[in-house]
Nanobody, 126 residues
């Protein structure tokens, strides 16, 4: 089992920045990919990181504004968000999976992960 705990959400004005944190515990050595998924009207994958190669992928909606970072020594993953827009308002979930099957593009659209945190809310005002 893997436990994920997010923090760092809050309210910010458009154009501002926030950094979300996700602390992972449990059987983290078995995790092959981690990511962030946000839920507005639907679920949208905003970042995925493959732990073995440290490769990262983003959808067009956030590429260039969001960065996923892993600190293995602290078992912590971050989502650095910049140039925030009101449409970035959502509940953000930290996610992880042991198998990570499928392509990265499928993973960003399907958002099929074995482990989910409880989420942290981000509100961006105009």
């Amino acid at each position: 089992q893997v436990q994920l705990v997010e923090s760092g959400g809050g309210s910010v004005q458009a154009g501002g920045s926030l950094r979300l944190s996700c602390v992972a515990s449990g059987a983290t050595s078995n995790v092959k990919c981690m990511g962030w998924v946000r839920h507005r009207k639907d679920r949208e994958g905003v970042a995925v990181l493959y732990t073995w190669g440290h490769t990262t992928y983003y959808p067009d909606s956030v590429r260039g504004r969001f960065t996923i970072i892993q600190d293995k020594s602290e078992n912590t993953m971050y989502l650095q968000m910049g140039s925030l827009k009101p449409e970035d308002t959502a509940m953000y979930y930290c996610v992880a999976d042991r198998l990570c099957e499928g392509t990265w593009s499928w993973r960003l659209s399907a958002n099929e992960y074995e482990y989910w945190g409880l989420g942290t809310q981000v509100n961006v005002s105009s």
